[in-house]
Nanobody, 123 residues
Framework: QVQLVKSGGGLVQAGGSLRLSCAAS????????MGWYRQAPGKQRELVAT???????NYADSVKGRFTISRDNAKNTVYLQMNRLKPEDTAVYYC?????????????????WGQGTQVTVSS
């Protein structure tokens, strides 16, 4: 069983900063990609940022230059540093991890999701 435990989020004024973290725990053999999605009211869930196990990152155009994704592979944790926040960044943020677990016939890779955390940016 694998769990993702997130921390961070909350209410901040426009221009402020927040940091999200998400730690994976459980029967983990390996972790490939980790990252963040978000979903604003009335909108579809959208990619925010992703990170491969090798450190390659990808960002949504709307957050480039403001958000930074990082990870601590030793701690199975991914972070999202959000700077210069805007009201349009208001959403529920979800972390995910592509986790490999050891099975009798090899490694099975599944995507696990953390519970969402609310980020609200006031104008």
């Amino acid at each position: 069983q694998v769990q993702l435990v997130k921390s961070g989020g909350g209410l901040v004024q426009a221009g402020g900063s927040l940091r999200l973290s998400c730690a994976a725990s459980g029967s983990i053999f390996s972790i490939n990609g980790m990252g963040w999605y978000r979903q604003a009211p009335g909108k579809q869930r959208e990619l925010v940022a992703t990170s491969t196990s090798g450190g390659r990152t990808n960002y949504a155009d709307s957050v480039k230059g403001r958000f930074t994704i990082s990870r601590d592979n030793a701690k199975n944790t991914v972070y999202l540093q959000m700077n210069r926040l805007k009201p349009e960044d208001t959403a529920v943020y979800y972390c995910y991890a592509e986790v490999g677990t050891a099975q009798s016939k090899g490694v099975m890779i599944l995507t696990y999701w953390g519970q969402g955390t609310q980020v609200t940016v006031s104008s």
